[in-house]
């Protein structure tokens, strides 16, 4: 072994000839997009449209490329039989096909996540690279000694990396973890797909970084099944959803959808927010029967006959005809909007009959020639629409809901035996109330059994959009078997399905967002301990082969009833479970942070079933103010001093702050202070605890602790932990146990 400065030129000679290789493969896609572009493919809009497909394609694989960029090179392995491997975010290959960087989820990089002094997985040296652009600027070596190894204490991977990571300044924005991944985080990131994987971890030990890092594997290592069918990322909020959307470019994978259970229908979106209460009497299972049976009760026999007179001839329905057309309708059609079209055309059928069989009494000559001009005057006649609608109403699944909560009989006709009075009461609301996240789930329940409701001249638009597609598709498919582009670095499905998707962005990832019934392949729940039965239920409807990973903390929940086990918060997907994981360790808080949230976690009765120990401390990590009054005067020049802190301890402007108070009082502190109660909108962000879950800042200013705590002791357990650095607790006095002394 050389010199350090002879080892770091070295490395910087392979990382340059590594960057060499990322540009000329970059260059090459670039070259074939625009070849394909200039390509002249006749004139009709779908050739255009196919080459404007294979173009798009090429352009994606280079901008993939472009993501990688920072920290390409960051591991090198050494092996006992003197094998070099290079480990970093994507594989690259030289010009004769040998290996110059492996993919950091390859097998063969596996040791580099996995080694330790006792077991060493073949490797004599572990190295970390620290690059910063294009320059290495760093090298740490593990040596593997089995003779020295201890068995004692915590062991981290690559620890100088890590710490230094670990102390950098916030963004507000997530990074990827992909060269300081530890062992047991691993584990979960590799582990087997087949069926529900939870995954229990306390505050920052890594469970939203994990919860990524296995989506982007999984692209990778089952390419094939999950590239056709994607990956769904649920997480708490759009806040969070907008803290993690880097990492997954970072690691080259944008292919997956990620949404809230509030965005889950496309077109609706929830912006109110109910209390726990509501929202657990909103997310029972119940309610699968409950909406069955208020779908059934929109398709109604009457108790009489109908008696129509249409062109002076007296036509009538029996009920029983009309029972055996709604029995028909359900037999052959799943949901009831779905089956609406056979309903109606059976009941035209014999009211023709009975138009036809009428008029001959009278003397007039119809005969099966005339039955065509008969049904449509039927169709079209306002009494016999007006009774039709009345055996068999249609309704969008949300319109349906909200006339469900804003009559309470009709709650009473169809859940009376389901909800008691007290359920009912609590649920009823006016019409237009706005939606909350409970309320999204229940109209994806009822989409299900009330189906999509569109006008017919919609249905016959997006037929003929269907058809148009398919033939797209064929051509595509034509086109690419005979054209030359295709080689080792395109694959032809990857072409078709951008030739029949809207070619914006990530193809597939667009059609499965707009697609209420679509199915993943693969998908990922974060902050799972929020989640009801109910919402488990249209998790696994779009998940029919049951893999999941579910990663969350029975501690953070925010329903102030306590949970001790999984099994139970899953609903219908506890049957799907297959393994339960543990992260042990806390990166982001430190510990004597760490330590104060779990005493007053104990002391309000939940306490958290696997305490993480925190990988490092911080001095004067916790500060507690007491204020005569906690008004906007004394909070901002509290966070004016957080602030100035933040700039000496991180260089000026960086670094972010939240303030973290009870959700009703939050307006009133934005309205006196003008901070933004977006927490992610800028250096200072204001929110509630809720809306805190997930993220991290370098500081958190937390107004009276016990007011949160009061309501709801998870909620005060995730505000406690996230700061990396400072917590400063601001009150009048009133703290919660486990805080006083
Ligand atoms: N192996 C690692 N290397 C570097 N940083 C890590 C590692 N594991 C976790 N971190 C960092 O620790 C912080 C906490 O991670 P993350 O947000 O994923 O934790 P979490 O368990 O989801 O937390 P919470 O439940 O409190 O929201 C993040 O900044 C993350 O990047």
């Known amino acids: 072994m050389g010199t350090r400065e002879e ?36 004139g009709s809009p779908q050739n255009r449209s196919e080459r404007d497909a294979q173009a798009a394609h090429y352009g994606d694989q280079a901008h993939r490329l472009d993501n990688v960029e920072d920290r390409l090179v960051f591991g090198r392995l050494d092996t006992a039989d003197a094998d070099t491997r290079y480990i970093g975010r994507v594989g690259l290959s030289g010009a004769d096909h040998e290996p110059l960087l492996i993919d950091w989820r390859a097998p063969a990089a596996r040791p580099f996540y996995q080694a330790t002094a006792l077991k060493p997985a073949g490797l004599v040296r572990r190295r970390h690279l620290l690059t910063r652009l294009r320059r290495v600027t760093g ?22 990396a890590l710490m230094a990571a670990l102390s950098q300044g916030r963004s507000g924005r997530m990074g990827d973890i992909v060269s300081t991944i530890q062992a047991e985080q691993d584990e979960i990131i590799r582990a087997d797909t087949r069926g529900l994987l939870v995954v229990q971890g306390g505050p920052g030990t890594g469970k939203t970084a994990v919860a990524l890092h296995r989506a982007a594997y999984l692209l990778y290592a089952e390419a094939e099944r999950l590239n056709r069918s994607g990956v769904l990322i649920v997480g708490p909020s759009a806040t969070f959803l907008r803290y993690i959307e880097q990492v997954l470019p970072t690691l080259g994978e944008t292919g997956v959808v990620s949404t809230t259970l509030g965005d889950l229908v496309p077109g609706l979106r929830a912006t109110a927010t109910e209390s726990p209460t509501l929202a657990a009497i909103k997310g029972s299972m119940r309610w699968v029967d409950i909406l069955a049976a208020a779908t059934r009760s929109l398709e109604r026999v009457p108790k009489a006959s109908l008696h129509f007179e249409i062109d002076g001839l007296k036509l009538t329905l029996q009920p029983s005809r009309i029972a055996t057309a709604i029995e028909r309708a359900r037999r052959d059609h799943p949901t009831h909007n779905g089956a609406r079209a056979a309903f109606v055309a059976d009941i ?186 109910l919402a488990w239920e249209a998790l696994l409807r779009r998940c029919p082969s049951r893999s999941l990973t579910v990663v969350g903390d029975l501690a953070q929940r925010h329903a102030p009833t306590r949970a001790d086990r999984w099994a139970d918060l899953l609903g219908p997907a506890a049957r799907a479970l297959r393994g339960e994981a543990v992260l042990s360790v806390c990166y982001r808080t430190p510990a004597t942070i760490m330590d104060a949230a779990e005493r007053v976690a104990r002391a309000a009765g939940h306490p958290s079933p696997h305490a993480p120990r925190a990988v490092r401390d911080v001095a004067d990590a916790l500060t507690i103010t007491t204020v005569p009054d906690v008004d906007a005067a004394h909070l901002r020049t509290i966070v004016e001093d957080e602030i100035a802190r933040l700039d000496a301890r991180l260089g000026s402007g960086a670094g972010t702050l939240a303030v973290i108070a009870a959700t009703d009082v939050v307006a009133d502190i934005a309205a006196a202070t003008g901070w933004a109660t977006d927490a992610l909108a800028g250096r200072i962000g204001l929110c509630d605890a809720r809306a805190s879950k997930g993220l991290e800042f370098d500081t958190v200013v937390l107004v009276d602790p016990a007011a949160i705590g009061e309501a709801s002791p998870g909620d005060l357990y995730v505000a406690m932990t996230r700061p990396t650095t400072r917590l400063h607790i601001v009150t009048a006095g009133r703290l919660p146990a486990g805080l006083r002394d």
């Open 7 to 42: 080892e770091l030129a070295h490395e910087q000679r392979v990382v340059d000839d590594i960057y060499a290789v990322l540009d000329a493969t970059r260059d090459h896609y670039r070259a074939r997009q625009r070849a394909v572009a200039a390509t002249q493919p006749g």
């Open 348 to 533: 035209l059928t014999a009211l023709t009959t009975s138009y036809i069989s009428a008029a001959r009494a009278q003397g007039q000559d119809l005969g099966d020639a005339d039955r065509g001009w008969v049904r449509e005057e039927l169709r079209t006649h306002r009494d016999v629409r007006r009774e039709v609608n009345l055996c068999w109403m249609p309704y969008t699944p949300e319109n349906f809901l909200r006339r469900l909560f804003a009559r309470p009989a009709l709650l009473e006709e169809v859940a009376g035996d389901l909800l008691s009075a007290d359920e009912r009461a609590a649920i009823a609301r006016e019409y237009s109330a706005p939606l909350t996240e409970a309320d999204i789930v229940l109209i994806d329940q009822l989409s299900e059994t009330l189906g999509e409701f569109e006008d017919p001249r919609a249905l016959r638009r997006a037929e003929l959009e269907r058809r148009q597609n398919e033939r797209a598709l064929t051509q595509a498919r034509d086109t690419l078997a005979n054209a030359g582009f295709e080689d080792g670095l395109t694959r032809a499905a990857d072409l078709v399905d951008r030739a029949s998707a809207p070619l914006r962005g990530n193809a597939l990832a667009e059609r499965a967002a707009a697609d209420r019934t679509w199915t993943y392949g693969h998908i990922v729940v974060d902050e799972a301990q929020e989640l009801s039965p």
């Open 139 to 160: 090298i740490e070596d593990e040596v593997f000694d089995v003779e020295a190894a201890s068995t004692s204490g915590l062991t981290l991977q690559g620890e100088g």
